[in-house]
């Protein structure tokens, strides 16, 4: 479940800082806003983040789906969207949400690219660019030769008759 373990990190992340930022004496004033402030940003992005996700969504089959398609973008978002549609970039994300390669996954696996790439992509030449991606292709296809099928896992055939 997404949002449950999104959270628990919350939960975590928020111990983490506490732990970090206060001690058992001293003025609390200053850890305490940068606390609140660094944990309201967080919040506000994984909202945006999520929101996102289901905003972008292709389904239409409930009125959940819908609404969510259908309910106004935080400033914040509409702000992020629109440099993204532009540049491909992202302004500064919360390190602690989710990093520029998650919103990536999420967009281009919603098919919504950007109307052009970074200047600084667009510099590197086209044939370095086709090295590195026949590269990836090769460990990709070198890790998928080495995997093992499921089926030869000790004990499959026995798990599968009693499931």
């Not at 001690?23 to 967080?42: C, M, Q, V, W």
């Not at 969510?68 to 540049?87: F, I, V």
């Not at 098919?111 to 460990?139: C, E, G």
């Amino acid at each position: 479940e997404p949002l449950e373990s999104t959270g628990i990190h919350l939960s975590q992340v928020g111990i983490e800082l506490f732990l970090q930022l206060f001690s058992l004496h001293g003025d609390f004033s200053a850890p305490r806003e940068h606390y609140n402030a660094t944990i309201a940003k967080l919040y506000d992005d994984v909202r945006d983040f999520v929101q996102m996700h289901y905003w972008l969504s292709q389904r239409t089959d409930t009125a959940f789906w819908t609404a969510a398609q259908a309910a106004p973008l935080s400033s914040a978002l509409e702000h992020r969207m629109k440099l993204y549609d532009e540049t491909g970039m992202f302004d500064v994300l919360q390190r602690e949400a989710f990093a520029d390669t998650s919103y990536y996954h999420i967009l281009a696996g919603s098919r919504r690219l950007p109307k052009r790439a970074p200047l600084f992509a667009m510099a590197t030449p086209s044939s370095a660019v086709q090295r590195i991606l026949d590269t990836i292709a090769r460990q990709n296809q070198t890790a998928v030769a080495h995997l093992e099928w499921h089926e030869s896992a000790p004990g499959f055939e026995s798990r599968r008759r009693t499931a």
